[in-house]
Every structure is written in C-alpha cells, then in structure tokens.
C-alpha cells in the first residue's frame, strides 16, 4: 500500500524556525496535508497544497512540495511554544477517498 | 457549526464489556470515518460511510468490532467484548464532496474518546 514517513522529533528554540520533512511513494497524490495534534485533542487540519503547486504560504507556515522526489515539508518561522505539539503529514491519492496519515513529527519548542 | 462531536470524550471498562462509541458529524457532510490511535501503530483507518453506507471496513482488526450509521448525522462504533489491547484514541472524522480547492474535501476531525479497557 502507498505509505507516508516523517521523523518521529524534533526539538528547536522559541523564536527560530522550524522544519518538517515527510516523503510519500504515492505517485498520483492530489492533494497533501498538514494536520497539528495538540494534547488530548483531535487533529486539527493546518494547510493543504494541491499536487500542481510547488508552494503555498499562510501567515507563518510555508508548505514546500517536491513532486519529483515526493517530499513535503512544513516551515514554521518564528516558532513560539505553542507550537509544540505533533505535526502529521497525509496525502490523498487520485480516485481515493482517503487520506494516509504519516505516524507523526513531535515538535518540542523551549524557551 | 460545532464541528464533529464525539462521545464520550473518556471511558474506562472492563475485559469483556460492551463498549459504544458515538459520533455526529457536521451537518452536510457526506463522507464520515472511524480512526484508532495508539503510539505503537499511530493513526488506523477503521472504516467509512458515504451517504450512510459503509464503503471499506478492511481497518476493522475483527468481529468484534463494528461500525453503523443509521442517518446522516449519527454514527457508532462498537466493541463487544472490549479487550485491554483495544485501549486507544477513537476519532471520528467527516468531510464533504467538493471541486479541487474547495474547503468541503477537507477532513474535520472529532475530539476523539480515550478507551480503556482494564
């Protein structure tokens, strides 16, 4: 089946930017996703990109896309404490109903 | 809108106890689905309902478990007899059907309900 794989941490400093990298084989992928668990809560969706833009960039996020090698990642410049929490990365390949899910970057921002 | 909502959001039972859980998804969504988290096996798709009907329960580990969803706003999944390896984060999560770029393709997730099973 297509998988998706991202690593598993990632510790940095408030106030520097972050980076999360994720690789997926699904060749037809339509639509890729960034989706923030805080503790105890549902998966919160952040952005998206179309298979057919190489980036998109909302207020502090910049998602870059890498058809090519099927690599996605997230920035976060300015990354705060708030932002720690687990960041997944999912694709939707052509014709599918759903999404597969990586098992999730744990970011872990300190002062 | 509320957003999907999941109950109940903690449940704590017994080996061998029936265990249902509920899910509303948001209204005018037409494709509602059943995930399990744990940290060993992260997020498993479970099952999913399109207008109702269920399409791919192949996530479902076995009889034990099973999934209904009787209208458009009300969903359950239920085990029966629960087993401690069931304990896990069940999240139910709904979306619509729209053209590319459109919000309503988006996936919305519930709060999820914590099991435990003793």
């Known amino acids: 089946g297509e998988d998706v794989e991202q690593s598993l941490f990632l510790s940095v400093r408030e106030g520097d930017s972050s980076v999360i990298n994720c690789t997926y084989t699904d060749s037809s992928s339509t639509y890729l996703y960034w989706y923030k668990q805080e503790p105890g809560a549902g998966l919160q969706l952040l952005t998206y990109?179309?298979?057919?833009?190489d980036m998109k960039q909302d207020q502090r996020l910049t998602v870059l896309l890498n058809k090519k090698d099927k690599h996605l990642s997230l920035r976060i410049a300015d990354t705060q404490t708030g932002d720690s929490a687990i960041y997944f990365c999912?694709?939707?390949?052509?014709?599918?109903?759903?999404?597969?899910f990586g098992k999730g970057t744990m970011l872990l921002v300190s002062p | 809108d509320a957003g999907v909502i999941q109950s109940p959001r903690h449940e704590v039972t017994e080996m061998g106890q029936e265990v249902t859980l509920r899910c509303k998804p948001i209204s005018g969504h037409d494709y509602l689905f059943w995930y399990r988290q744990t940290m060993m096996r992260g997020l498993e798709l479970l099952i999913y309902?399109?207008?109702?009907?269920?399409?791919?329960d192949s996530g479902m580990p076995e009889d034990r478990f099973s999934a209904k969803m009787p209208n458009a706003s009300f969903s359950t999944l239920k085990i029966q007899p629960s087993e401690p390896r069931d304990s896990a984060v069940y999240f139910c999560?709904?979306?619509?059907?729209?053209?590319?770029?459109?919000?309503?393709?988006?996936?919305?997730f519930g709060a999820g309900s914590r099991l435990t099973v003793l």
């Open positions: 999912a694709e939707r390949g052509s014709g599918y109903s759903t999404l597969t």
């Open positions: 309902f399109n207008n109702n009907v269920p399409i791919d």
């Open positions: 999560a709904s979306r619509g059907t729209g053209g590319a770029g459109s919000g309503a393709n988006v996936l919305t």
């Open positions: 990109i179309f298979s057919n833009m």
